[in-house]
């Protein structure tokens, strides 16, 4: 005969699913904070790395964001080191932006016929291609805008070939199968009725693609150009390879210039971890990382825009 | 001009366009494989590298890259399907979920470059790993946690409701239908992402440069004792992959053949991604036929 309380014990206690079950809520939930906790010590060392170079070493955070030398072991005729990083700034926003504006036509061109015109085509030539495309690493990209696109800048513009103009070349390869598949995904996603009754108002297939079709899909499409601007602007052997690296003021496109990412990549070994220079390169990086959270900020902007229409 | 003409005019550019697009995608993966494939031998595939005479191969180089994609797909999976189960099958839709979903779409959007600074800071120089396989997998497990969980994400998304409730209604907790039920089921899709983002890890250079190092100290394949220097398991050890070979030996290499040798590499990449993808494929759909016998 069992006390009320040995019976109310024997109850009350979890079985082995019910602890299994919280076991398992409880891995899973620590697996998520993990990376949650990834994410912030990144942006938290970044930051506070970055921060040094104002804090601790007294630049001027106007003056690093405006003035056009960079030569951080170098002290100028004030006694202020030289640490501007507006020819790096410039770099990396002019390669993004050419490398999106050239690649957003063919991009979207490209995407219009894979959907729209030409599906059969599309989907077995085109799809393969494009989604193997986004898989090539970039040091690959880098490697052949080394043997082919510098050499031929050379010997059209003359000069060393090695410039803005051989990165946005490499670059615009690159983000163009990221760019076309992640317009394809836009357009998929246009109803089928849409074009049904354009096409039944008597328009033709390109005022159903022009006035419809495009229209509908234009979050969808800013969003893949965002994207892959993201990745021309973070993207940094590849680019590295082909822009020459001299952290000056580019005077034209085929001048060598430098970007965020370049001057990192073969910066970082060669200063001594605390000094000046290799504060202003972590003051680079968190540039860098700002952008990226703005970029994140503006896909999510489209994306809410896109929800409310 | 009549909307005819017009329209005539239109989709002809698009050919053209489309063309164009075909022929320089083509002309990039035609380039690859011609210049690569006849550096390729069996010799390139496993002599050790030289650093001034020619005639080097990228035996090491190519072993450490697998190594370092299977340590860090060992320590990333795990977390990124428990991250994965939790936030499909049990986080409520509330200000907490939210927010690591945006914590997630950060991390993944980060450029991989500053991944790799993390990781040298963090690992490298904080927790005195220097510059090792440990380090480099460290940080290619960060590159690859948010991918790898979405995609397995997505894979759970694709089972059907109804096999939860089956499950439910037999008794089983949740915890026990998702180990039973769903990831059985899910397990195809699931191996197909792992694979996708193998690929992506496999030619990943810029998290690994100040990670794993620029180095490829040269290994005794008789030495399988993880704690000798020159042993092929160290996971202490710098370790140069084929990836950060490639950018390494383009930009500071002084061997005479660099060309042919980054050509071989290039090549040898782009076939291992091809394996991957076709690999993904085949095995995902052989899978599935398997285990849902049908």
């Known amino acids: 005969m069992k006390t009320t309380q040995q019976l109310e014990k024997q109850l009350k206690r979890h079985s082995k699913a019910a602890k299994l079950e919280i076991w398992g809520k409880v891995v899973s939930f620590s697996a998520l904070l993990l990376i949650v906790a990834v994410v912030v010590g990144i942006i938290g060392f970044v930051a506070s790395k970055g921060i040094a170079t104002f804090t601790s070493n007294h630049v001027n955070l106007w003056d690093f964001l405006t003035e056009k030398k960079w030569n951080p072991g170098i002290t100028d005729a004030n006694g202020k080191p030289e640490v501007g990083a507006l020819p790096m700034i410039v770099g990396s926003f002019l390669i993004t932006i050419l490398s999106a504006i050239v690649a957003t036509p063919f991009a979207i061109g490209t995407a219009v016929f894979m959907n729209e015109i030409s599906p059969n085509k599309g989907a077995k030539i085109l799809q393969p ?181 | 001009m009549n909307p005819k003409t017009q329209n005539k005019i239109a989709i002809g550019t698009l050919y053209g366009v489309a063309g164009l697009v075909v022929l320089i995608l083509l002309a990039l993966l035609g380039y690859i494989l011609v210049s690569g494939l006849p550096q390729l031998s069996w010799h390139f595939l496993t002599a050790p590298a030289k650093a001034f005479l020619k005639g080097g191969g990228v035996g090491v180089q190519l072993y450490n890259s697998f190594y370092l994609l299977i340590l860090a797909m060992l320590i990333s999976f795990p977390i990124a399907l428990g991250a994965a189960i939790y936030l499909y099958e049990y986080a409520r839709d509330n200000w907490v979920t939210t927010t690591i979903r945006t914590a997630i779409e950060i991390l993944s959007s980060l450029p991989s470059v500053v991944v790799g600074l993390f990781g040298f800071l963090f690992f490298v120089v904080k927790l005195r790993l220097g510059f090792s396989i440990l380090s480099g997998a460290f940080a290619l497990t960060f590159f690859n946690l948010p991918l790898l969980t979405r995609s397995i994400e997505d894979s759970l998304r694709t089972i059907d409701l109804s096999q939860r409730e089956g499950g439910l209604a037999l008794g089983l907790s949740r915890w026990e239908t998702i180990t039973r039920v769903i990831l059985p089921a899910a397990v195809p899709s699931i191996l197909t992402g792992v694979i996708l983002s193998a690929g992506r890890v496999f030619g990943e250079a810029a998290a690994l440069i100040y990670t794993a190092g620029q180095s490829a100290p040269a290994l005794d394949f008789t030495d399988w004792n993880p704690f000798n220097i020159s042993s092929p398991l160290n996971p202490m050890r710098p370790a140069e992959t084929l990836a950060v070979h490639i950018w390494k030996i383009n930009s500071e290499g002084i061997m005479p053949d660099a060309k042919a040798i980054s050509s071989g590499s290039s090549a040898v990449l782009v076939l291992a991604i091809l394996i991957f993808n076709f690999a993904a494929r085949y095995l995902g759909k052989r899978l599935y036929k398997r285990l849902t016998s049908a």
């Open chain 1, 129 to 309: 291609v494009t989604e193997l495309l986004v898989g090539i690493p970039s040091v690959v990209y880098g490697f052949i805008g080394l043997s082919v696109v510098v050499p031929a800048t050379r010997a059209i513009f003359g000069g060393s070939g090695f410039g803005i103009l051989s990165g946005t070349c490499v670059l615009f390869v690159m983000i163009l199968p990221t760019v076309t598949s992640m317009s394809v995904d836009a357009l998929r996603a246009v109803p089928r009725y849409y074009r049904e009754a354009s096409l039944a108002l008597g328009a033709t297939q390109w005022q159903t693609i022009y006035k419809v079709v495009l229209r509908a899909a234009t979050p969808g499409l800013m969003t893949a150009v965002v994207f892959g601007m993201a990745r021309a602007f973070g993207e940094a052997l590849a680019v590295q390879m082909v822009i020459g690296n001299a952290a000056l003021m580019p005077g034209s496109l085929v001048d060598p210039a430098a970007t965020l990412t370049s001057v990192l990549t073969t910066g970082i070994g060669n200063t001594v971890m605390g000094s000046l220079q290799n504060n202003a390169l972590w003051s680079l990086a968190l540039v860098l990382l700002l952008m990226s959270l703005v970029f994140n900020l503006i896909i999510r902007l489209i994306g809410r825009k896109g929800r409310l229409q």
